[in-house]
C-alpha cells in the first residue's frame, strides 16, 4: 500500500495537529499513519480523504 498522505497533507501546508482535529483523530494516529505504521480503517480513511480535500484512492492506493 501507498500511502501519499504526508506529502498532500505538506502541498496544502497543513500540519499533523491541524489535520488530526480536521479528521477527528489524534495527532499521533497521523504520525503512525503516516509512518505507514498502520492502516487506517474505511470510516478514518474517507475523513482524511475529505480533510486533505481530495479522494481515498489519491492517498492510500494498494499496489498490485
Known amino acids: 500500500m501507498t500511502n ?9 501546508d497543513i500540519t499533523q495537529e491541524e489535520l488530526a482535529r480536521m479528521a ?18 474505511v470510516e478514518v480513511a474517507l475523513k482524511i480523504a475529505n480533510a ?8 492510500f492506493l494498494r499496489k498490485t
Open 52 to 59: 486533505l480535500d481530495c479522494d481515498v484512492e489519491d492517498i
Open 24 to 41: 477527528g483523530i489524534t495527532r499521533g494516529y497521523v504520525v503512525t499513519l503516516e509512518n505507514k505504521n498502520r492502516k487506517p480503517s
Open 4 to 12: 501519499s498522505m504526508r506529502k498532500r497533507r505538506r502541498e496544502l
